[in-house]
């Protein structure tokens, strides 16, 4: 009998997203740690880590993999969220919703850093209409 427990599986495009994303929560302060629960209002927390790290003046090239994760973490609110999935090609990953919308949260986190976006904001974009 076949088990009907399990999660769907994921696509191939998603493992390395939901790796990094798994690293960028587990690499953030304990204090912020357990407010990282893949919701939306989560991500008011995350666009905070971001600014702190430019205030700090952070280089982005000793960042990146911070933004990455985070990003990651962004998308993966997003595609849980809609239902929607990870694709990927030549080393980039967006989110494709079902309506057919592409993100990039990994490049919205970027420039999130250079203080022009907000994942909480993309989030809220990519979610409309599915609450």
Known sequence: MARTDRPAPRPAAAARPVRWATEAVAAAPDAVRPHLDHSPQS?????????????????????????????????????????????????????????????????????????????RLLCRDATRDRR
């Open 43 to 119: 991500l008011w927390r995350v666009d905070r880590l971001i600014e702190e790290l430019r205030r700090e003046g952070s280089q982005p090239t000793a960042v990146a993999h911070v933004l990455r994760g985070f990003g990651a973490y962004a998308g993966e609110v997003i595609v849980r969220r809609t239902g929607g999935e990870w694709w990927g090609s030549g080393g980039d990953h967006w989110v494709r919703t079902p309506d057919g919308r592409l993100w990039e949260p990994l490049d919205e986190s970027r420039r999130c850093f250079a203080g022009h976006g907000s994942l």
